[in-house]
Each structure stands twice: as structure tokens, then as C-alpha cells.
């Protein structure tokens, strides 16, 4: 692809993935105890490792983009609003773990990520299609 908007999806996979060993490792420090964030199987406690783990999951979807686009004969519309709602997708997963796991009512913020990523996988599978 020659437009290198998608150096912004692996400069974000690698950004994610550091981040989600240094939370790995404030958890890490609290996880042995048997209250934290309301017991082991506590809806808040769940949507922290949910959030965790999507840092990893969504650093690799990025970094797959990213290689993905190397594979595009030319940089389109379509390849450059997918890159934006990848990186959109990446970063509100987290967010909105975090605040739903004490603002339950926010549910409806998980459309955010979930249509951003949906459409961003869209538009890349109609991309590789089409090439």
C-alpha cells in the first residue's frame, strides 16, 4: 500500500502490547488476593482481564492490518478508513471495559468499538478482494 497510514496500526500493536505487560504486571501484583475488585468472578473484576486481554487481541488484529496492507497494490479510501477504525476499535475496547466495570449502565459504549472493528474487517476483506 503506498499510503502509510497503516504505520499507525503498527506503531498501536506494538504501543498495546507494551501496555498490556505493564498491566500485566500491576495485576500481577493484586491478583492474589481474594478480594480484589470483588472476588475472582466479579463482573468488575472480569471486565479488567477483558479489558487486559484486548490490548493483546487488538494489537495483533493492528499488526495483521499493517501486514496485510503491505500486500495492497495501491492506498484507498476504503484501506485508510479501515486503518482509523482498527486504531479507533484498539483503543475504546479498553476504555469502555474500564469505565463499564464501574459504570454498568455504559454497556451501550461497547457499540463503539465492536461496529468500529466490525466495519474496519469489512472494509479490509473488500480490500483484498478487490486486489
Not at 29 to 52: C, I, M, P, T, V
Request: glycine share 6%; net charge positive; with cysteine.
Amino acid at each position: 500500500m503506498k499510503s502509510d497510514i497503516a504505520q499507525l496500526n503498527l506503531i498501536l500493536a506494538w504501543l498495546w502490547i507494551v501496555i498490556g505487560f505493564a498491566l500485566g504486571l500491576y495485576f500481577g501484583l493484586n491478583f492474589h488476593k481474594d478480594e480484589w475488585l470483588g472476588g475472582y468472578a466479579s463482573f468488575q473484576r472480569r471486565l479488567y482481564r477483558l479489558g487486559h486481554i484486548s490490548f493483546f487481541g487488538l494489537a495483533v488484529v493492528n499488526f495483521l492490518f499493517y501486514l496485510t496492507t503491505r500486500h495492497l497494490t495501491h492506498a484507498s479510501f476504503a484501506a485508510t478508513v479501515a486503518s482509523c477504525e482498527f486504531a479507533l476499535g484498539a483503543v475504546s475496547m479498553p476504555v469502555c471495559c474500564f469505565i463499564m466495570a464501574h459504570r454498568p449502565r455504559f454497556r451501550a459504549l461497547f457499540l463503539i468499538p465492536v461496529v468500529s472493528l466490525i466495519a474496519a474487517g469489512t472494509l479490509t476483506l473488500w480490500e483484498i478482494i478487490k486486489s
